[in-house]
């Protein structure tokens, strides 16, 4: 296990919602921090709020989608740190449409965010890890979306599947390797970020409702309501750190969502038609 005290933890996505409460709960554990973002203003915005709080922290803008990026994010964190103990693949993105309408575009840059994002981190650091040969902890942010599919968002679904299985694979290697690296898979039900304005950081622009059909619109609406009702980012924080402490795996913070995992489970065992089954609460 990590004993966090001076360690060094690596958090992309980390100057809002999850990501940031991450950070924080880290730095409250005496780590030192490498907070890596494309938006730069809320980035500056974090470091200096975290400073202001007496953590030991460095910002660097990265955008995950562009694997140079993520080299010089792992360069830079060597120079400032020497080393890297836990690295969150957390910064994420979600565009709501008919598979068939979403543009192609927003495809790769769902992707090139979510998935991609997470192959970079993954390929940058842990040889990083393995090098150093001391405990450390992967920490990948996935979704419910990861387990389960649902209508009118796919590229989101299917980055995150993605995500959950290369965490899976990962956890396998590790174990063959006789590696020192855990990693978990994060997949939150609703929590209450600013991921239902994710196209504030869209290459191509905001999504104007103008450009939406009725039904992605419709979902857009529902999505950013649930968010709101979501869980605060800081109780997600605290569940993932206790998942490093006690290396857990699979990180389940809404874990009454869990019939919708096992009425997916069962249809495929089943051999039955994928069905819609909806949270409790909604
Ligand atoms: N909020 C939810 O309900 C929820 C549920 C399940 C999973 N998630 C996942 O949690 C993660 C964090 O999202 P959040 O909810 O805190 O949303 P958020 O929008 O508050 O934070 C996401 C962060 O990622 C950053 N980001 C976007 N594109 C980037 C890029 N190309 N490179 C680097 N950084 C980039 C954003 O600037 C932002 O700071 C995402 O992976 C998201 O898919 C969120």
Known sequence: MIDFQAKVAVVTGGASGIGRAMAERFAE?????????????????TEAEMIADGAEVI??????????????????????????????????????????????????WVLGVNLWGVIHGLHYFVPLMLEHGQPSHIVNTASMAGLTSGGNMAPYHVSKHGVVTLSEVLHHEFAQAGAKIRVSVLCPGWVDTKIDESDRNRPSGRVSADDLEPSAKMFRDMFSRSVREGLAPKEVAEMVLKAIVDETFYVLPHAHWKNMIHSRMENIIEQRDPSIVLPPEM
Not at 29 to 45: K, T, W, Y
Request: proline share 1%.
């Open 29 to 45: 554990e005496g780590m030192r921090i490498v907070i890596a973002d494309v938006e730069q203003s809320a980035l500056e915005g």
């Open 59 to 108: 910002a660097i803008r990265c955008d995950v989608s562009k694997a140079h990026d993520v080299k010089v994010l792992a360069e830079e964190t060597i120079k400032a740190f020497d080393s890297v103990h836990i690295l969150c693949n957390n910064a994420g993105v979600e565009i709501s449409g008919s598979t068939w309408a979403i543009p192609l575009e927003d495809w790769e």
